[in-house]
């Protein structure tokens, strides 16, 4: 079975800024991660990544915060969207 996207989605969030979520559904978990999710929400401004949540392969959950990688803990994919837009609000130019 292929991963299925579950959520694709653009946001322009200023002149100079936007924010990118894309969630899939995966056939298994990814190495690092106990949940059938893949994931990266992006939030970009002036063309440089500010924010980012994802689970890559190994790594499992975690966001990028100021050049930093800080743990995160996936509990539903609605809770996730409302982190990762709660980040969002205190970093919006």
Request: proline share 8%; glycine share 4%.
């Amino acid at each position: 079975m292929p991963a299925e996207l579950l959520l694709e989605e653009r946001h322009v969030v200023a002149e100079n800024a936007f924010a990118e979520l894309l969630i899939w559904r995966v056939p298994s978990p990814l190495p690092g991660s106990a949940h059938d999710l893949k994931y990266r929400l992006a939030f970009v401004v002036d063309g440089q990544c500010v924010l980012r949540y994802d689970n890559e392969s190994g790594k499992g959950d975690h966001k990028h915060l100021d050049d930093e990688e800080h743990p995160y803990r996936l509990t539903t994919p609605a809770q996730l969207i409302e982190d990762f837009w709660s980040d969002v609000d205190e970093l919006r130019p």
